[in-house]
T-cell receptor, first 111, second 115 residues
Framework: TQLLEQSPQFLSIQEGENLTVYCNSSSVFSSLQWYRQEPGEGPVLLVTVVTGGEVKKLKRLTFQFGDARKDSSLHITAAQPGDTGLYLCAGGEGGSEKLVFGKGTKLTVNP | DTGVSQNPRHKITKRGQNVTFRCDPISEHNRLYWYRQTLGQGPEFLTYFQNEAQLEKSRLLSDRFSAERPKGSFSTLEIQRTEQGDSAMYLC?????????????FGPGTRLLVL
């Protein structure tokens, strides 16, 4: 069974600070997705990375897929209260089917 | 653009009752997934359909659970003889399978509480 470990589990920071959250596995994934989830809602897709070493930027968010496609990171610059939420990474095996999710990083950005 | 919709959004039931949830995927998406999420955990895969065919079921899906997608469009997930351990958020996702990359889009979920 493939597992994804996310760290830290909880993160509370002040508005304007930078942060990085990590998603690690001993398994290789064909793709890795990052979602943000707010309480009582479903996960909302932020980005999909598929190529080892790939870096994608989404405004203040930077996503990186490890060279070996076993790990990923999400960096947020100048965090804002609107960034508060549960950040989930999910890995997919080649061509199909189910996503394997980490437990998530619960981020709180205080004004 | 209509996303994935799920109904009801919330369901409270007594132990032993049957419940049914509905998921309407994004139009023309041929894959539909069901996941379950409990407090403090990420979503866990339950089952998925490609068109009307159910192609994989998790061991989490006991024989009290049944899912259907009769016409390859909407899907239903039924839980019979509910137990308190069934309390969770039930998430539906849909995707359009592609040769190289598939992205799953999630609905808002149905939160089930079994008393």
């Amino acid at each position: 069974t493939q597992l994804l470990e996310q760290s830290p589990q909880f993160l509370s920071i002040q508005e304007g600070e930078n942060l990085t959250v990590y998603c690690n596995s001993s398994s290789v994934f064909s793709s890795l997705q990052w979602y943000r989830q707010e309480p009582g809602e479903g996960p909302v897709l932020l980005v999909t990375v598929v190529t080892g070493g790939e870096v994608k930027k989404l405004k203040r968010l930077t996503f990186q897929f490890g060279d070996a496609r076993k790990d990923s990171s999400l960096h947020i610059t100048a965090a804002q209260p609107g960034d508060t939420g549960l950040y989930l990474c999910a890995g997919g095996e080649g061509g199909s089917e189910k996503l394997v999710f980490g437990k998530g990083t619960k981020l709180t950005v205080n004004p | 653009d209509t996303g994935v919709s799920q109904n009801p959004r919330h369901k409270i039931t007594k132990r032993g009752q049957n419940v049914t949830f509905r998921c309407d995927p994004i139009s023309e998406h041929n894959r539909l997934y069901w996941y379950r999420q409990t407090l403090g955990q990420g979503p866990e895969f339950l089952t998925y359909f490609q068109n009307e065919a159910q192609l994989e079921k998790s061991r989490l899906l006991s024989d009290r659970f049944s899912a259907e997608r009769p016409k390859g469009s909407f899907s239903t997930l039924e839980i019979q003889r509910t137990e308190q351990g069934d309390s969770a958020m039930y998430l539906c996702a849909s995707s359009l399978v592609a040769v190289y990359q598939e992205t799953q889009y999630f609905g808002p979920g149905t939160r089930l509480l079994v008393l």
